[in-house]
């Protein structure tokens, strides 16, 4: 009997802190996670260095993000986020029958995201759904064999969404998906002849699209 009654009065201390685990007013929560980006591309162009498209290889992801909840349904946040990947370029092979390409690196290339995020949160009890969206800049540091480069800041803009699950109020899991948009120069000139006076413009149309998957920890505080 005696047995019986503690299991009851674990389980019901379970079920009271399942009930409690939401997002909370007041309160920060530290989310360190890991995941997969999706590369993207630098199209013809937005570089000064290769004179194609250059993707950017998929690969694995880490950061941390910081937020503060004003209530249980907005949340500010910001994030910081580094990708070691490459630079990619496929290369024509007219090798055997019927021919192809062969992708090879070109370079190196480390990511690391800043952002700023509003995040808005729905729901209530353990399972915490949300969408963010946010800006920030994008640093690019390149090294590419034989060539001077230099580290890049370019602005960048974020959208987001995922599903927050807590254990207890101070601990739970993040799983989630966010679009990065990275703002790229044009270096290329539209140049009109037509006439006795050069008239050329630049653009300023290029973008560098990638997204990711991620999930991590939750300690809120």
Not at 45 to 52: E, H, I, P
Request: glycine share 12%.
């Amino acid at each position: 009997m005696k047995s019986r009654i503690a299991l009851l009065a674990l389980a019901a201390c379970c079920v009271s802190s399942l009930a409690l685990a939401q997002v909370r007013t007041g309160t920060f929560e530290i989310t360190p996670y890991g995941g997969y980006l999706f590369g993207g591309t630098f199209p013809n162009g937005s570089t000064a260095v290769f004179n194609t498209d250059v993707d950017v290889k998929d690969q694995g992801t880490y950061g941390l993000m910081f937020g503060y909840n004003f209530n249980s349904k907005f949340e500010m946040e910001f994030q910081w986020s580094r990708t070691k990947t490459d630079f990619q370029r496929d290369i024509p092979n007219n090798n055997g029958l019927f021919g192809g390409s062969s992708t090879v690196k070109v370079g190196d290339l480390d990511i690391d995201y800043y952002l700023a995020n509003f995040v808005f949160n729905w729901g209530h009890g353990r399972w915490v759904p949300y969408f963010s969206m946010g800006a920030g800049a994008a640093r690019l540091n390149p090294s590419i064999p034989n060539t001077s480069t230099s580290v890049e800041y370019r602005a960048t803009v974020t959208f987001g969404t995922g599903i927050k699950a807590f254990v207890t109020p101070h601990f739970g899991f993040r799983f989630g998906g966010n679009y990065y948009g990275t703002s790229l120069p044009d270096n290329r000139n539209d140049c009109d002849r037509s006439h006795d006076h050069d008239h050329c413009h630049d653009h300023n149309n290029n973008w560098l699209n990638q997204g990711d998957v991620v999930g991590g920890l939750v300690f809120a505080f």
